[in-house]
């Protein structure tokens, strides 16, 4: 829809300012048509759209755009103006179009503003003052065949009120000039240093960047850096951007340091080598205490979690990969079941997971009852397994003691499960005395000392 508006606009400054014969009485005239065409002067010519034989190349058919837009001609346009003045051109479709730029010089708003400024401190307006506008006032787009001056007329500052106008004329002396009028307040700055680019963290600020602005007087605080040796070699906490006031807490000092990190993407159990390490420099402050800053301490050693390319390494992030194959449960356990090679299969796992309980040997395992329920894929602890039981809970036994020199046997009762050569809880059924006895069999538990079992 833009695009249309452009093309009936072209024929609208066509038909408007110029009128051509109904039709050329000349022989017909081969030419090309330019699809770009770039203009300076105030009308497009027929030379401006064609390129070729054409008998009158300075024919203005159009009124150019203003300084700095462009518009688009259209493929039925274009043919009533080649067929109008006999130059053998048709288009090959629709789409044919010639788009006509006319190039403009920007002047923008603080350019308009200082050559106010410059002009009201002839009438009293201090030195050290700035201007903001109260009335609405845009860049504005000449051509580039006039020179960019600009004219302030009827400038007025009242010093009381601080209140100050004026009319710009743009180009100053030309016959086209535009007149601006424009109305605003005056107020007091302060120079400070700050940065002339976006300056991003972990950017060391040198004295190339520094430049001084002007900054109202009201917008300064106690911590605005006044002193352009106090950024000099700082560096932002986040992001300064260009012109504006910096304060002490806008940036630190920075201390640069190289550390390892990922060149891309590292998965668990990765074997870290040399190729999957580079090197980047950062901010000393930025890195917690247990960040790896020593590439030896990387080699050989494997991520316990994914880790992403760029980002530091912590101590807690790597680990040493040692394999070792663990048996764990093929099947859920059920409690009081005896554990057999069945029941089992073995995975690889890295010795540094385990912790000292854990069973690794198959002959710790099989002929063992399980205390508890031991769910399938379940790595086995010692906690988890028990001998069989040889004496059960309420079970009458003979209680023996053996020395060098006597033997005394004793009726009791065991108080808790056990297997062979454990040691459980048995009560004299005679004295109703409880100690503390090693299985020896299903009917016999040993005790170790007199206690008071023969009692």
């Not at 006031?245 to 891309?264: G, Y």
Request: hydrophobic share 40%.
């Amino acid at each position: 829809m833009k695009r249309a508006r452009l093309i009936l606009t072209g024929l609208a400054f066509s038909v408007a300012t110029f009128a051509a014969p109904a039709r050329a009485d000349i022989n017909d005239y081969t030419a090309d048509l330019r699809a770009s065409v770039t203009v300076t002067g105030a009308t497009v010519t027929l030379g401006d759209l064609f390129e070729g034989d054409i008998m009158r190349p300075e024919k203005a058919i159009a009124k150019s755009p203003d300084p700095g837009k462009r518009f688009v001609l259209g493929a039925k346009w274009l043919a009533d103006v080649a067929r109008t003045y006999g130059i053998d051109w048709r288009p090959t479709s629709t789409y044919d179009r010639a788009t006509v730029f006319r190039p403009g010089h920007t002047i923008s708003q603080s350019e308009i503003l200082e050559h106010v400024r410059d002009s009201l401190i002839d009438f009293g307006l201090p030195s050290n003052y700035g201007l903001e506008v109260t009335t609405p006032l845009s860049s504005v787009t000449i051509s580039t065949e006039v020179p960019a001056d600009i004219g302030v007329r009827e400038a007025f500052f009242n010093d009381q009120t601080r209140v100050f106008s004026a009319v710009i004329e743009i180009p100053r002396g030309t016959p086209n000039a535009q007149f601006i009028p424009i109305r605003g307040m005056a107020f007091p700055t302060v120079s400070v240093p700050t940065v002339d680019r976006s300056v991003r963290k972990n950017t060391i600020i040198t004295d190339s960047m520094i430049e001084w602005v002007d900054v109202a007087e009201d917008k300064i605080r106690n911590d605005t850096i006044m002193d352009a040796r106090l950024l000099i070699g700082k560096s932002p906490r986040s992001y300064l951007r260009p012109g504006d006031a910096v304060r002490n807490n806008d940036v630190m000092q920075m201390t640069l340091v190289d550390i390892p990190v990922p060149t891309h993407d590292l998965r668990e159990e990765t074997k870290i080598s040399t190729a999957h390490i580079e090197w980047v420099t950062v901010n000393q402050s930025d890195l917690g205490k247990n960040v790896i800053i020593d590439m030896d301490r990387l080699i050989g050693m494997s991520p316990r979690r994914f880790l992403p390319a760029g980002a530091p390494i912590r101590t807690t992030d790597v680990h040493t990969v040692i394999p070792i194959d663990v048996p764990v449960a093929l099947r859920d356990i059920r409690r009081g079941s005896v554990v057999n090679s069945k029941d089992f299969h073995w995975i690889t796992m890295n010795e540094h997971d385990l912790n000292g309980d854990v069973l690794v040997d198959d002959i710790e395992i099989e002929g063992l009852m399980a205390r508890r329920t031991i769910r399938s894929g379940q790595i086995f602890r010692n906690r988890d397994l028990r001998t069989q039981v040889v004496v059960a809970r309420g079970q009458a036994v003979n209680i023996i003691l053996r020395t060098p020199f006597l033997q005394l046997s004793a009726k009791g009762k065991a108080l808790e499960n056990g297997g062979s050569n454990e040691t459980i809880k048995v009560i004299n059924t005679l004295s109703n005395k409880t100690v503390f006895a090693t299985i020896v069999d299903s009917d016999t538990v040993r005790v170790e000392s007199q206690q008071t079992a023969m009692q």
